[in-house]
């Protein structure tokens, strides 16, 4: 059910469900939970981690948890197959996906990939892109989340985060380089989704909870962190100070948070660049049928600043 | 004997025959025993005596024919009636004390009970010793007397008996041959009991039944009119070596 | 005639249990649906009807990664068993071969997949090589325990007829153990013929690859489930279903073939 | 004396064997190392002594996440062996019985966990109960398939004794068929013994969490993936095989307690 | 008849004992017996018979003592040996034909000879007509009788028979016995023979063993000084039965 009682505490439980263990690119919510914003406004805010099977959509549509983050452009797909979501937020004006390649590859662009062994998501919206955009064939194994095998072939290609994969392939002494898919012209913002009927019932508790979360990844990126990497160190046993340190240098490095442009634009989402990717995945038959931008993530949701950077 | 019950008969089969697959195994048998009568079974090893037995039991259908069992489909008077079957079929997993009681238990005998039958009836085949023994523990005699045993602790009505005694020496055979008989005076079943012995079938029926083989049918039915009372004497006296003889030379004239 | 009526009973039964079956799944797809709503039921637990449709409308993709995913299936189910069944008869040759091999073949059995998957795929390739290793790796101990009980089993009464006939051990394990353990080698077949399609959607998994655009049923359903295709998930692991039953129902055959002549269990009943 | 002797000499063999195998596994890593950099070699192919000081320095985390998985694994074991046991009871019960229930048995077994998942997920959530039930699911067949084959291969003449006393179909089954089935049903649970940690494994990696900081043997093994800590990997993987060696153990003693008295697999030969 | 063969023993058995765990079985047993000797072991069910015919195969180990069969271990002297077996121990998964040529087989004898041996062994035991079926389609009789036609087509020296003629019928019984006679007479080898059959063990043997139980021991052997040539008419003589009432006598004062 929807409509979760309030907890004796005054505050209305909420779950976030993640992708992947916790980590640095989920520092901005433990931010939010260890400096009390959730609690600010009202909300009791329990983050789920996830791992190789997080199952985030299917757990926000059949509404077992309130929220979900993810790659825009996985929704649209969904969205397209008539899914109830909406996304509320951004969470990364930039998404950290990558080609991880040796240096002694010779692959210098997405070019060089034709022909070529990559280790990805099968079906991942952005290989098709890429194969698309570039003209290039891909021979795709999927993703076992190891390295190993990239490690013993220096012609092997993988799909990695540069806010992670990076830092051990550097800890083994390899020479490898990355090429960001952000970089190719397919540019999805990374954000956060709820279901349709959660946020028609309840567009005040995501108000609140996009935020605070805003908040957080705001008083995250500037600093101090150390409250929230402890938290994420303590749910994540195997996470280390320095690879959280390494992650959040990348997310900063490559503005994957707050985006290129002048101002800080951390959470916001413009449906003209929201379009604009649909028009993409429309234009490359990822997706069949168009999805309206407006109406499957409708900036009514986010602070009143950033809806005041709406390009119209 | 066969004056001193009733005439009702307790097992009567008509016209039976008995088909595995092609080959014929019983051709028409006809033949009813009366309560309390001792037939004995003789004839040629593969002749079909121990599917007659399973006939009656209703463990094997007829191809053709009837058995009637206490006027009921022998199915159904599985209560009253006791199986010695020609192997021992002991479950390996069960002493020996245990495996007497089998039958008891199923019936849902109380412990007690059950466990004074047992030990009763594996004195009387002399295993008394043997009583927490497995099977494998036990000789081949053994293990047969076990399989009396825990027929005996039934009290049935028919008692089907094939080759109950094969195994086992001549004085256990003797002792076991009289406690049969003074069993068979008190509670007065009706006895189907194979045997290879022309002795032993004169010593213990009423009606000796001589089976030919191939297909097997009934050759000939030989009635023992020798005392009630039977025992150690007996033996030695002519009227019964001469049934001996009678029989012996049945038997070897259907082969 | 009886025996033509038992026939059409004896079909009816797994049809009508099927049909509850159905029916169970439609009510709860239902009542799941009228609850959620029916986009989302969809996905989480689709009409039979949702399903049979996916399989229709994806029946070339399918077709095209059920032959490749059948034959690493098969050859790892004939490496599974084949080879299970020499290693059985290597462990019961000599109490000391068992003494110092079984604990490792446990071993082998044990150890996660997911370890074992990069060394496979670092020595054959990813590819066919690895998947059948893959589903070897996942099939082949059923066999060996089964078979290795089946050989240890057997009745000491004919052991010592071959031990007054002078036999070998060769001839011991070829004309007595090997018979006597059928019934049990057979069931150790049967669950290597469920685990053999398993095995290889798993091996596709972690050593499949999508070279001329089709991967094996294991990267269908990464694909299909990362895209949330849900029917067409639930259609995919019908026909790896329906590949075990093939296998099953050929070990099925085997057992009656072997074992009709003497064995109670495949033997029809004389009486009755 | 000579009884000692023995036992000393049976347990080198495992030992000899072990050493054998540890002078390969050493052989092979130092081979492959020479020919792409002993970097290369330790995240592929390690040698064994990394992997020992792997599993002494991650212990800590390794006992926590053991011992979480070996609750799932335990739990679904239980519930495989008992579920699978009484299932097989209820086919052998009746053959109409068999007839309707056992292809859908088939259809549980073989379809791809990774369908089922999500399914559980959803209507368990995330943890124990959910890796539970998809251990269950990996382990319960075999003894079903093993427990039916013993069920139904139970000796004619016994049958013909329990049906002259009457038996009911109940007393048939737990007084014969059961007991003549136990060498199958235990050869069964050995399989599933092995299959539970491996299940355990599985089920964490679809439905585990790491909520409260720890996570188990599922997680580890993903994490350590992921970090490139293949040592530690297989420090895991070493764990696993351990966790079933207990469940394999306890099984052979099982076995050795119950067939003792009187199977021939058990029973240690008088003779020689 | 002993005197008859030279003297090296073909068996030996000396001071030997059996135990199985707690209880002893057999007890000081010394006996020989010559090449060509035909020995009859008598005693009570459960005596020890079958396990010292296990002992002489060297499928059992003695607990104490000495056995030597042809100067060697008695499992050094598998090759001279043939053992019919208490039980019929055939293999269910092949017919008669094909059990009944196993021991060829496994010695490596070809095809041809093995299928004749059998056919011929086969006959002799009356079984020409059952020669595809499987050990489930036969009558414990004929399971015996494949069973001896099986240890017939060896040509031992040392022949050991565990109550072979137990479920057979009188006629099939004494005209085995008169094959075995000839055969024997033919082949010289060693037999051991139990029985219960106190008539048979005279009709067959030079020497009757008679065994005492709990623990088993040598209560007496008796030497059976009758004619060479043993044929139907030897069993109506007088010196025969008092042989026969001999034995029997000796098997009930053991008891
Ligand atoms: N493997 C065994 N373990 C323990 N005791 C055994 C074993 N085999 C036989 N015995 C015991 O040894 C004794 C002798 O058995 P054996 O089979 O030799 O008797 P037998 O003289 O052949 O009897 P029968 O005439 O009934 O065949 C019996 O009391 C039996 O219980
Ligand atoms: N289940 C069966 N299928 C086919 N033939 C069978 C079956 N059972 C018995 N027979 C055949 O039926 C015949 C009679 O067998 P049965 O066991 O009744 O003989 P019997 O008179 O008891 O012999 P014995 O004295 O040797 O025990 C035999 O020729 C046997 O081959
Ligand atoms: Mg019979
Ligand atoms: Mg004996």
Redesign the interface.
């Given at each position: 059910g929807t409509e979760k009682e309030t907890a004796e505490n005054g505050l209305i439980p909420i779950t976030l469900q993640t992708d992947w263990y916790a980590q640095a690119e989920h520092g901005g919510f433990y931010q939010a939970v260890v400096e009390g914003y959730y609690e600010e406004v009202g909300l009791d805010v329990t983050i789920q981690q996830g791992g190789p099977n997080a199952m985030g959509t299917q757990k926000v549509v059949s509404q077992s948890v309130e929220f979900g983050i993810g790659r825009a452009d996985d929704i649209v797909v969904h969205a397209a197959n008539k899914l109830p979501l909406v996304i509320v937020s951004a969470l990364m004006q930039h998404d950290p996906q990558a080609l991880l390649v040796h240096e002694e590859s010779g692959i210098n662009s997405f070019k060089d990939l034709d022909g070529r062994t990559v280790m990805a998501t099968p079906g991942a919206a952005m290989i098709r892109f890429l194969e698309k955009r570039f003209d290039i064939s891909i021979n795709l194994v999927p993703l076992d989340f190891g390295m190993s095998r990239f490690l013993a072939d220096v012609n092997f290609v993988q799909q990695c985060f540069i806010t992670n994969e990076p830092y051990y392939i550097k800890k083994e002494g390899a020479n490898a380089k990355t090429l960001l898919i952000a970089d190719s012209g397919y540019d999805p913002y990374r954000v956060i989704f709820t279901s349709r009927g959660y946020a028609t019932k309840n567009p005040e508790i995501v108000k609140a909870f996009v935020a605070a979360s805003n908040k957080g990844w705001k008083s995250y990126m500037a600093g101090p962190r150390e409250k929230a990497n402890a938290l994420i160190t303590q749910l994540h046993p195997k996470m280390t100070e320095e690879f959280l340190n390494y992650s959040v240098k990348a997310m900063i490095e490559n503005h994957l948070i707050e985006g290129n442009e002048a101002e800080d634009q951390t959470g916001l989402i413009q449906p003209k660049r929201m379009q604009g990717l649909i028009d993409n995945l429309l234009e490359v038959g990822v997706i069949d049928t168009s999805v309206d931008a407006h109406d499957l993530a409708p900036t009514k949701y986010l602070p009143a600043d950033l809806q005041a950077m709406v390009t119209k | 004997m066969t004056t001193n019950s009733n005439n009702i008969p307790m097992v009567r089969l008509a016209g039976a025959h008995k088909r595995?697959g092609e080959t014929t195994v019983l051709e028409d048998i006809n033949f009813q025993a009366a309560k309390g009568e001792f037939i004995s079974l003789?004839?040629?090893?593969?002749c079909g005596?121990?599917?007659l037995l399973?006939i009656i039991?209703?463990?094997?259908?007829l191809s053709e024919g009837e058995v009637v069992v206490d006027g009921m489909n022998p199915k159904n008077a599985?209560?009253e009636?006791?199986?010695i079957?020609?192997?021992a079929?002991l479950?390996?997993?069960k002493r020996v004390q245990q495996n007497t009681e089998?039958?008891l238990?199923?019936?849902g005998e109380s412990t007690e009970r059950r466990v004074e039958t047992a030990r009763k009836m594996l004195e009387l085949v002399n295993l008394s010793?043997?009583l927490d023994k497995?099977?494998?523990?036990?000789?081949?005699?053994?293990r047969m007397?076990v399989s009396i045993a825990r027929a005996l602790t039934l009290a049935p009505r028919v008692l089907l008996l094939d080759?109950p005694f094969?195994?086992?020496?001549?004085?256990?055979?003797d002792n076991l041959n009289e406690d049969l008989l003074r069993i068979h005076a008190r509670d007065q079943w009706t006895a189907f009991f194979v045997t290879?012995?022309?002795a032993e079938a004169v010593f213990l029926s009423n009606k000796v039944v001589v089976l030919s083989a191939?297909p097997g049918r009934i050759s000939q039915v030989i009635e023992i009119d020798l005392p009630k009372e039977r025992n150690a004497e007996l033996r030695e006296g002519s009227a019964y070596l001469n049934y001996v003889a009678k029989v012996?030379n049945a038997?070897?004239t259907v082969? | 005639m009886a025996s033509t009526s038992k026939k059409i009973q004896s079909a009816l039964l797994p049809i009508t249990s099927g049909a509850i079956i159905l029916a169970v799944w439609y009510l709860i797809s239902y009542w799941y649906g009228r609850s959620v709503g029916y986009d989302v039921q969809r996905i989480i637990i689709p009409f039979p009807h949702q399903i049979t449709s996916a399989l229709w409308s994806e029946r070339e993709v399918l077709w095209q990664s059920t032959r490749q995913t059948a034959l690493s299936a098969l050859i790892g189910f004939v490496a599974a068993v084949s080879v299970g069944y020499a290693l059985s008869m290597l462990l019961a040759s000599a109490v000391w071969v068992k003494k110092a091999l079984y604990p490792w073949v446990l071993v082998l059995q044990m150890t996660p997949v997911v370890v074992l998957a990069p060394i496979f795929v670092l020595w054959m390739g990813q590819g066919l090589p690895s998947i059948t290793a893959i589903t070897f790796m996942i099939g082949f101990f059923p066999v060996v325990a089964n078979t290795t009980m089946g050989l240890v089993s057997t009745d000491r009464n004919l052991l010592d007829l071959f031990e007054m006939s002078n036999a070998t051990k060769a001839q011991e394990i070829l004309h007595l153990r090997v018979p006597y353990a059928m019934p049990y080698f057979l069931t150790g077949m049967k669950i290597a013929g469920t685990l053999a399609p398993i095995g290889a959607i798993s091996g596709d998994l972690f050593a499949g690859s999508s070279q001329g655009g089709v991967g094996g049923i294991g990267y269908m359903v990464i694909l299909y489930n990362s895209q949330l295709k849900i029917p067409e998930l639930f259609a995919t692991a019908l026909v790896a279903c329906m590949l075990g039953f093939v296998f099953v129902g050929c070990v099925n055959w085997l057992h009656w073939y072997l074992l009709k002549d003497w064995h109670d269990s495949a033997r029809k009943v004389e009486n009755t």
């Open positions: - | 595995f003789v004839g040629p090893s593969g005596k121990s599917t399973k039991a209703g463990l094997h259908s599985r209560e009636m006791a199986f079957f020609q192997e079929n479950l390996p997993w089998l039958p238990k199923l019936r010793h043997a497995f099977p494998w523990q036990l000789s081949g005699g053994m007397r080759e094969g195994a086992l020496d001549e004085m256990t055979r290879h012995s022309a191939n012996s038997i070897r082969h | -």
